[in-house]
């Protein structure tokens, strides 16, 4: 949590450990979004699942960080959804939904190789987890 209750991911106004200060772009948190967990866990662990575990959207964004140049364009023109991780300066999703559809739909679209998609709940998880 960034000063003043803002939110930060990495080392930006209270973040943890270097990277992108939120609070100019985000505004705030959902209220029922642990903001320290932003950067800190897998974009799927904060996805909103109904009492059989299963999330209520069907597509989610994921980057093939190996294929990722570091260009930023997606964290700038979505920063609520993507930020640059700070080991190999590659994008990463930290909250889905994050910013509207059309937005990330931009942010995509910005991308030089491609290398960010949609995929399904499943398939999220186990590229997180990998």
Not at 24 to 53: I, M, R, T, W, Y
Not at 104 to 114: G, K, N, Q, R, S
């Amino acid at each position: 949590v960034g000063v003043g209750g803002g939110v930060g991911v990495g080392g930006g106004a209270g973040g943890t450990g270097g990277g992108i200060d939120l609070d100019p772009f985000f505004g705030g948190v959902a209220p029922d979004l642990d903001a320290s967990k932003l950067g800190n866990v897998d974009s799927h662990q904060l996805v909103e699942v109904d009492e059989d575990g299963e999330p209520y959207d069907e597509r989610f964004v994921f980057v093939d960080e190996a294929t990722c140049i570091g260009c930023t364009n997606c964290a700038t023109v979505s920063p609520s959804t993507f930020f640059m991780e700070d080991d190999y300066g590659r994008a990463r999703v930290f909250q889905q939904a994050g910013d509207a559809d059309k937005i990330i739909l931009e942010a995509i679209d910005t991308c030089p190789v491609d290398c960010i998609h949609y995929v399904p709940w499943d398939e999220l998880v186990t590229l997180e987890t990998r």
